[in-house]
């Protein structure tokens, strides 16, 4: 181990760290918004709309981030559709997450009892109230462990980025050892990263997950 | 123009080509999902162990394989074992050595998950029965966990298949890389090739994991109880 590389390139991987996690951050945040404008579709059965979801979801689930990624970029530029890196690797993100955010919310939204709304309706609440102070209160509390796992899964997705010419943390790990043979230090580097990031995620994660068990109605 | 560029898929054996491209991502998740079902079988029941030195053994190993992207894992053996112990391993060898590591991972904690689910008077009374412990799970505790492993099993394969697409950064010829090799070669002649081979791949990508991923949550559905 040569430590004096370490030290050298260690602002390098904070820096790819940070380039990933910004994106991570907007990709996620817009999943979030396509997976409950996605299951609340699902869930009220709204006409047309609904087959449109249904075939989204099972498209995004049922192929990989870098395919999708490899069509955003080099794909559509040949019919005048030119994205940038960025937008690119948000929007992938952003198309497949939001398939599994809507599974995930969706499973929550179904676990609400038929009386929750029956009761709301009965008290005089309209459709908008209660579905925002009865069904998501409840839903997402239910939702809580899946959308965790989802954010976790989409975090370790970003990994490639690297394919639409991000400096990302695989990118400067593959061009570190490409440049110097620095094979051991680049991928302790990149492992301690990819822990840095999701190690406290995913302890975040847990931890919620257990204080928020209690939210459900009735248990 | 656009015309071009769907001409590319039909023109000598470029179709083939590509669904050769798939078969070896295809080929190379059946064989870590075939390695990982076993020896997940095994760590699953490994798992389930009182013994404090396993569990923390498996434990670790199972957070550090699930919190690691995949591709940091590819590159931990196909650049770093190479390196560590001077030995040259194929990127297909690596693909399925890291598919296996994480496979048997993910279905280690299925497994556990699954026999854990059953209640322990089943354990209990099989006991009572003077079953031995090989017998238990042979003719008591396998036959139920089953049900309700081989829909999240099956759904397993999808993800193996979606996640195998990172060899193409290992450097495999597979679909992906047979899909660039095409567009560079009609660089000229077809110059939007890329949109229609890339979005080939996208769906055949597509038709491989959505049948497998319907089967799965049927089967997942008739067996709940």
Redesign the interface.
């Known amino acids: 181990m040569d430590w004096n590389f370490i030290s050298e390139y260690v602002p390098m991987y904070i820096q790819a760290a940070w380039t990933t996690l910004s994106l991570a951050f907007w990709g996620i945040l817009l999943s979030l918004f396509i997976g409950l404008f996605c299951s609340l579709t699902l869930y009220f059965k709204v006409p047309v709309l609904k087959r449109v979801t249904a075939a989204y979801v ?2 995004s ?4 981030l ?3 990624l ?2 955003l970029y ?6 005048g559709i030119v994205i940038s890196s960025q937008s690119c690797a948000i929007i992938g993100l952003a198309f497949l997450g939001g398939s599994y955010m809507s599974e995930a919310l969706r499973s929550g939204l179904e676990s609400v009892e038929k009386g929750q709304v029956e009761a709301a309706l009965s008290v005089g609440l309209n459709q908008g109230q209660i579905v925002r102070y009865v069904i998501l209160p409840q839903a997402v509390s239910v939702s809580v462990p899946p959308l965790c796992a989802n954010i ?1 899964f989409l975090i ?5 980025f ?2 639409v010419a991000l400096a990302d943390l ?1 990118y400067v ?2 061009d570190l ?1 490409g440049l110097y043979y620095k ?2 230090e680049a ?1 302790l580097l ?2 301690l990263s ?2 840095a990031i ?2 406290p995620i ?1 302890i975040a994660a847990s931890v919620l997950e257990r204080r928020v068990r209690y939210a459900g109605f009735g248990n | 123009m ?1 015309d071009l ?1 769907i001409r590319v898929l039909l023109e000598g054996n470029n179709m083939i080509r590509l669904l050769d491209g798939l078969w070896v991502t295809v080929r190379i998740s059946l064989l870590a999902v075939v390695i990982s079902i076993v020896m997940g079988i095994l760590l699953g029941m490994v798992m389930t162990l009182k013994n404090p030195v396993t569990k923390a053994l498996t434990r670790i190993y199972l957070e550090f394989i699930r ?6 894992l590819l ?2 053996i196909y ?2 074992a ?3 112990f001077n030995i040259h391993i194929s990127g297909e060898l690596s693909a399925v050595i890291v598919f296996t590591l994480w496979g048997t991972a993910e279905m280690g904690d299925l497994v556990r998950g699954a026999l854990i689910s059953i209640p322990k008077h089943q354990y209990d009374s099989s006991a009572a029965l003077g079953l031995t412990g090989i017998q238990i799970y042979r003719y008591i505790i396998i036959p139920q966990t089953l049900r309700r492993l081989i829909p999240l099993a099956i759904n397993l394969v ?1 993800r193996m298949i ?2 195998t ?2 060899i ?2 290992i450097g495999v010829v597979e679909v ?1 890389k047979v ?1 660039q090799q095409i ?1 560079e070669a009609s660089r000229y002649t077809a ?9 080939t ?2 769906f055949l ?2 038709i491989v ?2 049948p497998i ?1 319907k089967l799965s949550g049927k089967l997942e559905k008739r067996w709940q109880n």
């Open positions: 099972e498209l689930r049922n192929t990989p870098l395919v999708q490899f069509f080099f794909g559509l530029p040949k019919i976790i370790k997705e970003t990994s490639v690297s394919v695989m790990a593959k050892i094979t051991d991928l990149l492992v990819y822990l999701l190690l995913s | 656009q560029g919190i690691m992207p995949q591709l940091v590159f931990l650049f770093g190479a390196k560590a999808t979606k996640t697409s990172l193409v950064l992906l899909g567009i110059p939007s090739a890329a949109l229609w081979i890339y979005g791949v996208f990508y597509f994991c959505f991923s």
